[in-house]
């Protein structure tokens, strides 16, 4: 689970940062991809969510997105999950089109997993969706989630992204 946090991080950094190169004005540069990853890791950390759908293409993040639009406690749980996020830039190939960098966060995986697990043992599907309207049930469920996740432990990945002619989408690995 740790590599597959790191892997969206990593996704949505290489997507930004190509995408936002591929103007056939704009010269792909260190310096473009540099300025472009900081702008998608600062709508992370603010969970600006106008310029994380101008960045970021993730169905998890979109469902959370179009929460917080209409409540105040997502918007809180996006700015939570992302408020230790760190990067850095270690390697840019322009020549071969790769991307490596180092991604901590804290780890969510477990915290997200017993939270999840919490919900499903008090409430049934359709009593979870039904509360997703309440601001009272939100208050309190998602300030517990949002503790959780100020105490669980940071986590460091390094990623190697490669953008290739052929795919849509970068392919992402680990680096060795």
């Given at each position: 689970m740790k590599k597959g946090i790191a892997l969206f991080?990593?996704?949505?950094?290489?997507?930004?940062?190509?995408?936002?190169?591929?103007k056939t004005s704009a010269e792909m540069t260190q310096e473009n991809i540099t300025a472009t990853a900081?702008?998608?890791?600062?709508?992370?950390?603010?969970?600006?969510?106008?310029?994380?759908?101008?960045?970021?293409?993730?169905?998890?993040?979109?469902?959370?997105?179009?929460?917080?639009?209409q409540h105040e406690q997502f918007a809180e749980l996006g700015r939570a999950m992302f408020a230790n996020?760190?990067?850095e830039i270690t390697a840019i190939d322009t020549?071969?089109?790769t991307v490596t960098l180092s991604v901590s966060n804290k780890d969510l995986a477990q915290?997200?997993?017993?939270?999840?697990?919490?919900l499903m043992g008090k409430y049934s599907t359709f009593n979870l969706l039904s509360n997703l309207s309440s601001d009272t049930w939100l208050d309190s469920n998602l300030s517990i989630l949002t503790e959780?996740?100020?105490?669980?432990?940071?986590?460091?990945?390094f990623s190697r992204l490669t953008r290739t002619p052929k795919t849509a989408f970068p392919a992402a690995r680990s680096a060795p």
């Open positions: 991080l990593s996704i949505v950094l290489i997507i930004c940062c190509f995408s936002a190169c591929a900081d702008t998608v890791f600062t709508a992370l950390k603010e969970f600006n969510t106008e310029d994380l759908e101008t960045y970021v293409s993730s169905s998890t993040l979109s469902v959370i997105m179009s929460y917080a639009k996020l760190t990067y020549a071969n089109k915290v997200a997993g017993d939270f999840a697990s919490d959780d996740i100020g105490a669980a432990p940071t986590t460091t990945l």
